[in-house]
């Protein structure tokens, strides 16, 4: 069965830090990793995508790094700031249509002061 | 700026009751679908359509359906709601079925089925 698991389940950062969220994933085969920050009550909205040939992305403060051979993606993120507070859900598709998509359950990021 | 606009933002229901959320998106784009959100599990995904007239059903289907009014609006209702659908349910929408585009989500409806 296609998982994806991602760790830590939450974390809380002081604003300023870093920090790095981790998903493996059992998916196969494998077309594209994605993944989205989700704000308290809102949607879900892309950072990044990556294909299989693609080992680092990056998106303003958030870069993703992909290792197809463990299986597993990281997300950096930099200067952590209070708007950063949100779920990140890494997705993983096993085709190249979002209909077989598999979710992870998400990091929950909470930045402080 | 809409881009996935959904209906309504929350709602309670009856047990038995049916009820239809409404989804419509201002992209232009082919493909469009329903998940739905449970606490401490990922997005799942309940019906999708391709493109304008078709719809199949997608991992949990069961006590759904769904209409594709046209490209701009997909539909999901309700027939009679359980409390086993008391859930968040997403719309989103992809340009068309390809590796590497850009899924876009609505905002959010809240259900309670009490």
């Known amino acids: 069965k296609n998982q994806v698991e991602q760790s830590p389940q939450s974390l809380i950062i002081l604003e300023g830090k870093n920090c790095t969220l981790q998903?493996?994933?059992?998916?196969?085969?494998?077309?594209?990793l994605r993944w989205y920050k989700q704000d308290t009550g809102r949607g879900p909205v892309s950072l990044t995508i990556?294909?299989?040939?693609?080992n680092t992305k990056s998106n303003g403060r958030y870069t993703a790094t992909l290792d197809a051979d463990t299986k597993q993606s990281s997300l950096h993120i930099t200067a952590s700031q209070l708007s950063d507070s949100a779920s990140y859900i890494c997705?993983?598709?096993?085709?190249?249509?979002?209909?077989?998509?598999?979710f992870g359950t998400g990091t929950r990021l909470q930045v402080t002061l | 700026n809409a881009g996935v606009t959904q209906t309504p933002k929350f709602q309670v229901l009856k047990t038995g009751q049916s009820m239809t959320l409404q989804c419509a998106q201002d992209?232009?784009?082919?493909?469009m679908y329903w998940y739905r959100q449970d606490p401490g599990m990922g997005l799942r995904l309940i019906y999708y359509s391709a493109s304008e007239g078709t719809t199949d059903k997608g991992e949990v289907p069961n006590g759904y359906n769904v209409s594709r009014l046209n490209k701009r609006e997909f539909s999901l209702r309700l027939e009679s709601a359980a409390p086993s659908q008391t859930s968040v349910y997403f719309c989103?929408?992809?340009?068309?079925?390809?590796?590497?585009?850009?899924?876009?989500f609505g905002e959010g409806s809240w259900l309670t089925v009490v």
């Open positions: 992209m232009n784009h082919n493909s």
């Open positions: 989103a929408t992809e340009r068309g079925a390809n590796s590497g585009n850009t899924i876009y």
């Open positions: 990556m294909t299989f040939s693609e």
């Open positions: 998903c493996n994933y059992t998916v196969s085969p494998f077309s594209n």
């Open positions: 997705v993983v598709s096993p085709t190249g249509t979002a209909s077989k998509l598999t």
